[in-house]
């Protein structure tokens, strides 16, 4: 079985949840309005995992599906640094001990730096990261 294979078996257990598949990638819908798309791509180098616009390079199917899993838990929250309404800054956060750590960060190297700032927070509540 595929890794989309197993994803999309799993996700089947969770009604309301809505998703895209395709051979090589799945995308999970928010399912909130404060949630973020969180989708996976398999390719010929291994796996990558898309949290909105973060993502994360993986060679092999166990840490990218850990991964995607803890992007659909509430232990995880993406922040969202935007100029104007362009989002240039995305951090992962988890939740360890009852506080947000900072897990890792992508951003665009070109943006528009003279709009007002503001930052969002994320978060999908899908599963258990257990």
């Given at each position: 079985m595929?890794?989309?294979?197993?994803i999309?078996?799993?996700l089947a257990?969770?009604?309301g949840?809505?998703?895209?598949?395709?051979?090589t990638?799945?995308?999970?819908?928010?399912?909130?309005t404060?949630?973020?798309?969180?989708?996976?791509?398999?390719?010929q180098?291994?796996?990558?995992?898309?949290?909105?616009?973060?993502?994360?390079?993986?060679e092999?199917?166990?840490?990218?599906?850990?991964?995607l899993?803890?992007?659909?838990?509430?232990?995880?929250?993406?922040?969202?640094e935007?100029?104007?309404?362009?989002?240039?800054?995305?951090?992962?956060?988890?939740l360890?001990?009852?506080?947000?750590q900072?897990?890792?960060?992508?951003?665009?190297?070109?943006?528009?730096?003279?709009l007002?700032?503001r930052?969002?927070?994320?978060?999908?509540?899908?599963?258990?990261?257990?």
């Amino acid at each position: 079985m595929s890794a989309i294979e197993k994803i999309a078996a799993k996700l089947a257990n969770y009604p309301g949840v809505q998703f895209t598949r395709t051979q090589t990638s799945i995308a999970v819908a928010p399912a909130n309005t404060d949630g973020f798309e969180v989708r996976l791509e398999q390719h010929q180098g291994g796996f990558t995992v898309w949290f909105d616009g973060w993502h994360e390079e993986f060679e092999s199917e166990e840490p990218a599906l850990n991964c995607l899993a803890f992007g659909l838990s509430a232990e995880c929250r993406l922040r969202v640094e935007l100029r104007g309404s362009c989002a240039h800054r995305w951090t992962v956060e988890s939740l360890q001990d009852g506080e947000w750590q900072v897990d890792s960060q992508t951003g665009l190297l070109l943006f528009s730096f003279w709009l007002p700032a503001r930052t969002e927070y994320r978060q999908n509540r899908l599963v258990s990261a257990a």
